[in-house]
């Protein structure tokens, strides 16, 4: 088991910044990949971020491309996402998530990830 425990969640206006935080225990050494989604009311969940934590490699949703930033801290097993210049459409909940096996082509898919946070709450406000 990965538990996972996000913060750093909270309401800002349109134009500011906030930074998401999402530290893992427990067996992290069976996990490749950690990111981030976030659903909206009313919407499906969607992908916004991913870091392969031992590759390296790191993708980010087209709507997040400039504003939004994964890194992570290795020794604190922690993921971070930096998001800058937010718009009312972000406004969502922000679940961090860990996957076992995660292909690099499908590191949008939900289904591909085991393990997941309880959210934290975004709101932009205009």
């Known amino acids: 088991q990965v538990p996972l425990m996000e913060s750093g969640g909270g309401s800002v206006q349109a134009g500011g910044s906030l930074r998401l935080s999402c530290v893992a225990s427990?067996?992290?050494?069976?996990?490749?990949?950690m990111g981030w989604f976030r659903q909206a009311p009313g919407k499906e969940r969607e992908g916004v971020a991913v870091i392969f934590t031992t590759a390296g490699w790191i993708f980010i949703a087209d709507s997040a491309k400039g504003r939004f930033r994964i890194s992570q801290d290795n020794a604190e097993n922690t993921v971070y996402l930096q998001m800058n210049s937010l718009t009312p459409e972000d406004t969502a909940k922000y679940y961090c998530?860990?996957?076992?096996?995660?292909?690099?082509?499908?590191?949008?898919?939900?289904?591909?990830?085991?393990?997941w946070g309880q959210g934290t709450q975004v709101t932009v406000s205009s």
């Open positions: 998530a860990a996957a076992i096996s995660l292909y690099r082509t499908r590191w949008w898919d939900d289904k591909n990830f085991a393990y």
């Open positions: 427990g067996s992290t050494y069976s996990t490749n990949a």
